[in-house]
């Protein structure tokens, strides 16, 4: 195989002062049109094999810039607030955009006479909502919550529907996830499309005795683009809710057993502390007032716990008084 000579000073300088588009970057096929903008710098070869063959492999860092707070916010969370993060061919997350971007990659440097393939092994945030949001991302269970927050939007983008086991969605021979205070648990994810829900519904329960989080989805088929920013708010919430159920498991709190009525349950002392842990996230992270999101869910989940006007404020004054 012959030694590549690459240009690649001369190629990045050009390259640094060009930004590649990239329309439908997470492969979700929504009305609305959707796109990034990426900045590419080559990092050097990698010789692999493709088609039974070795061959030389260009490698590259992607440089998000911003594109639109929606797509900005997006990218955040899929980074999990990380400023860098290195990816391999195994990468999931990332499978669509690199592989458009690689794309037009390989017909730019056609016009150098170059014909070997690319591959990313690097992606940067370099987006406003980096810079402002990645401070926040310093305590571990609300590190752990974008984790499982990504995964989920990960599958939701592509999927639409139906039912998923996550990590093993991403790689059969991952299980379990095995971060932190969730070592060996799985997520189990439904995804469904109804015209019965306005915009989207979630929902999410811990079955501790299986090692189990469960997050289900419902969503409007004609769900509009401003609606995805509220659904990973309230992803944020419901994950971070069921993560503190599992500290509180841990710590031994007890749980009533089968409350008689529906304030009983969401006052027990185990549920108002989880729903502040959640609605505590998302306030920082959507940069929303705290008591307006407690409020918010409480009247458009109303057919869910069935609370009188004032029981629900009764509930609602607990959550928010301490928080």
């Known amino acids: 195989?012959?030694?590549?000579?690459?240009?690649?000073?001369?190629?990045?300088?050009?390259?640094?002062?060009?930004?590649?588009?990239?329309?439908?970057?997470?492969?979700?096929?929504?009305?609305?049109?959707?796109?990034?903008?990426?900045?590419?710098?080559?990092?050097?070869?990698?010789?692999?094999?493709?088609?039974?063959?070795?061959?030389?492999?260009?490698?590259?860092?992607?440089?998000?810039?911003?594109?639109?707070?929606?797509?900005?916010?997006?990218?955040?969370?899929?980074?999990?607030?990380?400023?860098?993060q290195e990816i391999n061919s195994r990468d999931t997350t990332f499978y669509v955009l690199t592989n458009r971007l690689g794309n037009q990659l390989e017909s730019f440097l056609l016009y150098w006479g170059i014909e070997n393939p690319v591959i990313c092994t690097k992606i940067i945030d370099d987006t406003n909502s980096n810079l402002t949001e990645s401070a926040e991302m310093n305590n571990e269970l609300d590190l752990l919550t974008k984790k499982l927050v990504s995964d989920i939007l990960g599958v939701f983008l592509k999927e639409k529907q139906g039912?998923?086991?996550?990590?093993?969605?991403?790689?059969?021979?991952?299980?379990?996830?095995?971060?932190?205070?969730?070592?060996?648990?799985?997520?189990e994810l439904n995804l469904e499309v109804s015209d019965d829900v306005e915009d989207f519904e979630i929902e999410g329960d811990l079955y501790y005795g299986d090692d189990l989080i469960s997050v289900g989805i419902i969503i409007n088929p004609d769900m509009s683009e401003d609606s995805l920013e509220d659904l990973i708010g309230e992803l944020i919430e419901t994950v971070r809710h069921e993560i503190?159920?599992?500290?509180?498991?841990?710590?031994?709190?007890?749980?009533?057993d089968e409350p008689n009525e529906s304030e009983e349950y969401y006052s027990q002392i185990k549920e108002i502390e989880a729903q502040?842990?959640?609605?505590?996230?998302?306030?920082?992270?959507?940069?929303?007032?705290?008591?307006?999101?407690?409020?918010?869910?409480?009247?458009?989940?109303?057919?869910?716990?069935?609370?009188?006007?004032?029981?629900?404020?009764?509930?609602?004054?607990?959550v928010i008084s301490e928080k």
Do not use: C
């Open 1 to 84: 195989m012959e030694q590549l000579e690459l240009p690649i000073e001369r190629l990045n300088q050009f390259l640094s002062q060009h930004e590649f588009r990239v329309d439908n970057p997470m492969g979700y096929n929504d009305p609305t049109e959707m796109f990034v903008n990426v900045k590419v710098k080559l990092t050097g070869t990698k010789e692999m094999t493709r088609i039974g063959d070795k061959t030389t492999f260009i490698t590259y860092t992607l440089m998000f810039q911003n594109s639109n707070p929606l797509m900005d916010k997006l990218i955040n969370m899929l980074m999990m607030g990380n400023k860098e």
């Open 163 to 187: 039912n998923f086991v996550l990590p093993e969605y991403f790689d059969e021979e991952e299980m379990v996830y095995t971060q932190s205070i969730i070592n060996g648990f799985t997520l």
């Open 244 to 256: 503190e159920h599992i500290v509180q498991n841990d710590n031994g709190m007890e749980q009533i």
């Open 276 to 318: 502040r842990a959640g609605f505590k996230l998302r306030s920082e992270e959507k940069k929303t007032d705290f008591e307006t999101l407690v409020r918010n869910w409480f009247n458009k989940y109303q057919h869910k716990h069935s609370l009188t006007t004032e029981q629900k404020e009764r509930v609602i004054q607990k």
